[in-house]
């Protein structure tokens, strides 16, 4: 596929990393010689020095011939006009990354006059992900699927656990038919999708598939169910603390945050009146202590800086907060905190790289018969999780997974049928309008056909 990507910063440069890994051409356009330089150098990628809400520079770069155009500077409004321009020009796709809260709730109305195929905001989804992992506190990451009717929980088996030692294919019997998956094992540099001889080991990073409420079961049953979180204290507040403000207060949890800044603090009042919104210095610990960092049930980091996400981060650990999670934007401090104890990183440009492979692959596909719903990378990026959306007749409906040639790298774990999750057994079939969780360590797929075995593999 011909697209021309708008915008050379940190979520243009991964969004363009990953199309290009998946063999797309690739033309990224940007007024910033240094951030075209670094994008040569590490993909194979087309660069265009310039405006790229400039008619004449995306007529440049083939906007007119490409399939997609996506526009992701650090402008909203950068960005509606280079999607309305390269309507004019000719192209049938647009992606547009609008982060203000207030062009955000205007999309409704806006996306079909301005033509857009997708509005991306990676603000939003970052909270809305963050949202996820304090409804489960237990779990280091939190992905759903089917409008939440299946969810994906990350969690680290310690050495306490009842999992320790145990084979996957005895967990019916210590635990009871609780209707959850094992579905991804990681194991030091390894990732597996495990069989059910494989046998549990302390360390290792288990990927749960099942219901909300079947996930809640499962880590009550194994010890390691936390209470809700009813009070959230966030340090920062950007538009990621905003949108995470608006749904925990939405969902009766007490929100407080604490922002350096004087006139951001009365910005945040006037946006959320319910919160309760503190001038002071999240990254003093003194601060922290006298806000009441040891009583808060969950802490949240999400100032502009790594670093100080991190470090503040590890000293909420420290005093004993239950549940803390750290905003990054580079994955290398992700990596460098690995043995800081802390379990739940979210990385914003992840999130919106995730939203466009994603539509990019549904793009590629006949979304009348089985078309790709939703994509998430797991286990550091080293597979993906596809929910598919059976909508017509598609390949081997109706026959018992058993008889099945599914890719050995490959397992089909969650079926969502008539509203219900069901963890398919061996004897379950795929229907039409039935929606499918797919987890598998082969990138690239871009149909449900794919994670059949084929005969050249």
Same mark, same amino acid.
């Given at each position: 596929?011909?697209?021309?990507?708008?915008?050379?910063?940190?979520?243009?440069?991964?969004?363009?990393?990953?199309?290009?890994?998946?063999?797309?051409?690739?033309?990224?356009?940007?007024?910033?010689?240094?951030?075209?330089?670094?994008?040569?150098?590490?993909?194979?990628?087309?660069?265009?020095?310039?405006?790229?809400?400039?008619?004449?520079?995306?007529?440049?770069?083939?906007?007119?011939?490409?399939?997609?155009?996506?526009?992701?500077?650090?402008?909203?409004?950068?960005?509606?006009?280079?999607?309305?321009?390269?309507?004019?020009?000719?192209?049938?796709?647009?992606?547009?990354?609008?982060?203000?809260?207030?062009?955000?709730?205007?999309?409704?109305?806006?996306?079909?006059?301005?033509?857009?195929?997708?509005?991306?905001?990676?603000?939003?989804?970052?909270?809305?992900?963050?949202?996820?992992?304090?409804?489960?506190?237990?779990?280091?990451?939190?992905?759903?699927?089917?409008?939440?009717?299946?969810?994906?929980?990350?969690?680290?088996?310690?050495?306490?656990?009842?999992?320790?030692?145990?084979?996957?294919?005895?967990?019916?019997?210590?635990?009871?038919?609780?209707?959850?998956?094992?579905?991804?094992?990681?194991?030091?540099?390894?990732?597996?999708?495990?069989?059910?001889?494989?046998?549990?080991?302390?360390?290792?990073?288990?990927?749960?598939?099942?219901?909300?409420?079947?996930?809640?079961?499962?880590?009550?049953?194994?010890?390691?169910?936390?209470?809700?979180?009813?009070?959230?204290?966030?340090?920062?507040?950007?538009?990621?603390?905003?949108?995470?403000?608006?749904?925990?207060?939405?969902?009766?949890?007490?929100?407080?945050?604490?922002?350096?800044?004087?006139?951001?603090?009365?910005?945040?009042?006037?946006?959320?009146?319910?919160?309760?919104?503190?001038?002071?210095?999240?990254?003093?610990?003194?601060?922290?202590?006298?806000?009441?960092?040891?009583?808060?049930?969950?802490?949240?980091?999400?100032?502009?800086?790594?670093?100080?996400?991190?470090?503040?981060?590890?000293?909420?650990?420290?005093?004993?907060?239950?549940?803390?999670?750290? %905003?990054? *934007?580079?994955?290398?401090?992700? #990596?460098? =905190? &690995?043995?800081?104890?802390?379990?739940?990183? @979210?990385? $914003?440009?992840?999130?919106?790289?995730?939203?466009?492979?994603?539509?990019?692959?549904?793009?590629?596909?006949?979304?009348?018969?089985?078309?790709?719903?939703?994509?998430?990378?797991?286990?550091?990026?080293?597979?993906?999780?596809?929910?598919?959306?059976?909508?017509?007749?598609?390949?081997?409906?109706?026959?018992?997974?058993? %008889?099945? *040639?599914?890719?050995?790298?490959? #397992?089909? =774990? &969650?079926?969502?049928?008539?509203?219900?999750? @069901?963890? $398919?057994?061996?004897?379950?079939?795929?229907?039409?309008?039935?929606?499918?969780?797919?987890?598998?360590?082969?990138?690239?797929?871009?149909?449900?056909?794919?994670?059949?075995?084929?005969?050249?593999?």
């Amino acid at each position: 596929m011909n697209i021309v990507l708008v915008g050379a910063g940190r979520m243009g440069g991964e969004i363009a990393l990953r199309l290009a890994d998946e063999g797309h051409d690739i033309t990224v356009v940007d007024n910033d010689e240094e951030c075209l330089e670094r994008i040569a150098n590490t993909m194979d990628a087309m660069t265009l020095l310039g405006n790229g809400a400039d008619y004449s520079v995306l007529e440049e770069a083939g906007v007119a011939e490409a399939d997609l155009l996506i526009a992701v500077t650090d402008d909203d409004a950068v960005n509606m006009l280079c999607c309305l321009t390269g309507k004019k020009l000719g192209v049938k796709n647009t992606v547009a990354r609008v982060r203000t809260m207030e062009y955000f709730r205007q999309m409704v109305f806006l996306k079909d006059e301005l033509g857009l195929s997708l509005v991306l905001n990676p603000e939003q989804a970052a909270a809305a992900e963050i949202s996820r992992i304090l409804r489960f506190p237990s779990a280091v990451k939190v992905d759903s699927f089917a409008k939440g009717r299946a969810e994906m929980v990350e969690h680290v088996v310690d050495e306490a656990s009842p999992l320790c030692g145990l084979r996957l294919d005895h967990m019916h019997s210590k635990f009871g038919n609780i209707g959850i998956l094992i579905a991804v094992v990681e194991r030091g540099d390894q990732v597996l999708i495990p069989k059910g001889d494989f046998v549990l080991r302390t360390g290792d990073v288990i990927h749960v598939v099942g219901a909300p409420n079947a996930i809640s079961a499962f880590f009550k049953s194994i010890g390691a169910y936390k209470r809700n979180v009813r009070n959230v204290m966030l340090v920062g507040g950007g538009r990621i603390s905003l949108y995470l403000g608006t749904y925990l207060i939405g969902s009766g949890i007490r929100v407080k945050i604490l922002e350096r800044n004087p006139d951001n603090c009365e910005s945040i009042k006037e946006i959320l009146p319910k919160a309760e919104v503190l001038l002071g210095d999240g990254a003093d610990p003194s601060v922290l202590e006298e806000e009441g960092v040891r009583s808060t049930d969950a802490f949240v980091t999400l100032t502009g800086s790594d670093q100080n996400n991190i470090i503040t981060s590890m000293f909420a650990r420290r005093v004993g907060v239950g549940k803390v999670v750290t %905003k990054v *934007n580079e994955d290398t401090f992700r #990596l460098m =905190a &690995a043995d800081a104890k802390l379990d739940s990183f @979210v990385l $914003p440009k992840n999130s919106a790289a995730e939203i466009v492979v994603s539509f990019v692959r549904g793009m590629q596909r006949s979304i009348d018969t089985v078309g790709i719903e939703s994509l998430h990378d797991i286990a550091y990026g080293k597979a993906e999780v596809i929910e598919f959306s059976i909508n017509g007749d598609a390949p081997n409906l109706g026959v018992p997974i058993r %008889k099945l *040639n599914i890719r050995r790298d490959t #397992l089909i =774990a &969650a079926i969502i049928r008539n509203s219900q999750c @069901v963890i $398919p057994g061996g004897n379950d079939t795929l229907e039409k309008h039935d929606t499918v969780i797919a987890v598998t360590t082969k990138f690239g797929m871009n149909g449900f056909e794919d994670i059949f075995v084929d005969l050249g593999d």
